[in-house]
Structure formats: structure tokens, C-alpha cells
């Protein structure tokens, strides 16, 4: 925040042509030539010519301490007829208290001198153009019914301007300022008679919410550590005490066991294509004389038999 305001200080003594505009803010702040300097030039912007002291532009950095004393006992003999100090103060111009209070001393004076290049004349030093202003101000002071009636069209047309006028009569007002004071000197009263019977403790209310507060969150970690005491040591065990199910190498031995199947189907397809061509090429002679099945027939049979309970197992290696 001082940094912002120094940045603006010297944009304003830039607007006032101070030739050390530029200067580091550290030089401006604390005691110095470069300090001294602006101080001065700034002091008989401010004094204008009818000044009672002569300027000493000193120049250049080399100063011996009777001299630089010497410069700021004149500085602060200035800045109290100015009316910055109230008295001969040396460390004012010097610099005292922090940065803040430095920058803050610095720019009300280069307000000061701001405000003296906007009088209505030039020529006119700040007592003076203060002087004119409070002359104005009595002037509107004296007239404000004239200035503020509704001839004088200060106010928007929407405006409704209600006149006081008569003004009522200062023995009136003071009897009912007497008589409002008394009323509130009895209110004042009571409020001490409550005060005196009841103690007020404007923070019971929350003190008493905190305690209750307090005590559920007490209740609250109790049971949330007795959770992890009886997790830790119940829980936790009794859930991990069961050995995992070892299924590996079931995969591989399913697959076989389908391809397995699978060839045994294809094989049984086979026997039934047999059977039907031994039976077109031995039609009639396929049975014993005794009536009996060919072994060629009986194994055919005994497969179909079988066909249904391989494809049984055959789904159920493919789940």
C-alpha cells in the first residue's frame, strides 16, 4: 500500500515539474540531500514570494554535519511557520516512524502544494485562498434560503423541496430537548435496574453450545476408537483366516478334456457313417442266424448310446 502511494507522489511532483521526480522513493523518504532538497522546494512552492526566507539551493551530494545540521534547523524553522509542525521539530524533517508514516507526512505536504496551484489566484498563498473560500462558504451560509430555494432550480424538477419555514423558536426546541433527556435519562435507569438484577453474559448461549459440542465429539471419538480397537482385533483377523481357493492349472486340463470330447464325437460320427454303410452293402445280414446283433452293430449302438452324455460333458467343460 506505501509503495502504491509513493508511485503517486511522484506522478503528482512530475505534474509540478520537480526536476528529482524520478529520485529512488528510499532517497525521498529518509534523511539526505536528496530529501532536504524536495523538502525545500516543496516548502517555497508553498510560501510563494512573499516568503520571509531566502532558498539556499544547495546542490551536490558532499555536505559536512554543521552544515546539514544548519539545513535542517531551517527546514523545520519553515515547516512550523508553515503550520506542518507545531513546533521547530527536526526529526519531522529528518524522517521519523515508518515507512507508512514517512509517506503519509510526504503527501499531505505535496497535496498541500497541489492544492496551492488551483487557487482562484495564483498569486494568493494557501491562507489566503483558505481565507477566500471561508469568506464563500459564510456568504452561501447567510443566503442558504435564497440558495436553496425553489427559484434557484438547484434541485431536480422530481424533487419536492419542503420549506421549515418559520423556523420554530429556540426556547420550544430546548424545552423538548430537556424533555427528551429525561426520558432518556429514566430509560437509562431501568436498563441499569435490569442490569444490576440480571447478570448479562452475552456469551452463555455459546458457551453452553460448546460444552455440548464438545462433549458429542468426545462421544463420538470414543466410539469411532473402539470400532478400530474391535476391528483390528476381531474383525480383521476372523476375515482373513480363509485361504484362497487355488484354481490354477484347472483351465489348461478343462481344455484338454474338451478337445478330448471332441475327438470322441468326431469318432462316433465316424461309426455311425460305418454302420450305415455296412448296413447298405449287407442288407439282411447285418443279424446272426440265432438272431443276435453283429459285433460291427453292437459297438455302433453301445457309442449312440454314449453321444448324449458326451455332449453333456462337453458343455460343461466349456462353463
Known sequence: MAAKQMEEIQRKL???????ANAPAQSLLFAGMERYALLEWLFFRLLGDKSPFSQQNLQGDA???????SRIQYLAEIAKFLGITTTIDTEVIQGRGSYEDRTEMLRLIVDLVEASICADNPEWSVDEQVAKDIQLI???AEKQALIFSEECKLFPADVQIQSIYPLPDVSELESKLAEQSKILSNLQQKVDDLASKHAYNPDEEYTEVESKLRAQLESFLETARSFNMIYTKEIRP???MMEVPQLHGFGPAANRLLEAYKMLLKFLGNLRNLRDSHAALAVGSSETVAGEPSPVTRIISECD???????FLMIVARQ
Do not use: F, G, Q, V
Open 305 to 311: 448310446h454314449a453321444r448324449p452324455a458326451s455332449k
Open 238 to 240: 476372523w476375515t482373513h
Open 138 to 140: 459564510d456568504a452561501i
Open 63 to 69: 555536505m559536512d554535519r554543521d552544515e546539514e545540521t
Open 14 to 20: 512530475s505534474m509540478l515539474n520537480y526536476p528529482r
